[in-house]
């Protein structure tokens, strides 16, 4: 199967900047998509930048122009900068669209267990 691990989350005041990094380890060949989700209090988990092998990126409107995500094969990075207390949350790897090494693509997306960023005023 596919896991994926996250680190680099922790504590950070307001303006700052924390990198989140995700590894994905198993019986792959390729990951179409890799990203990054987040759940923050008393919302629902949301998309919040993916990135594809062809180099199409995605983020959420609050986040643009802050972070930047970036990728190799089996590697997800996410470069987070001025750092607001809204983006306190727990931050999960994703990966979809991966290819097994024995051929077929899995079924399932995939996810981490998540990382916490929590951001102080």
């Known amino acids: 199967q596919v896991q994926l691990v996250e680190s680099g989350g922790g504590l950070v005041q307001a303006g700052g900047t924390l990198e989140l990094s995700c590894l994905a380890s198993g019986s792959i060949f390729s990951i179409n998509t890799l990203g990054w989700y987040r759940q923050t209090p008393g919302k629902q988990r949301e998309l919040v930048a993916t990135?594809?092998?062809?180099?199409t990126s995605d983020y959420l409107d609050s986040v643009k122009g802050r972070f930047t995500i970036s990728r190799d094969k089996f590697t997800v990075n996410l470069q987070m900068t001025s750092l607001k207390p809204d983006d306190t949350g727990v931050y999960y790897c994703h990966a979809r669209g991966v290819k097994s090494s024995a051929g077929p693509y899995y079924a399932a997306e995939f996810w981490g267990k998540g990382s916490l960023v929590t951001v102080s005023v």
């Open positions: 990135r594809s092998t062809g180099g």
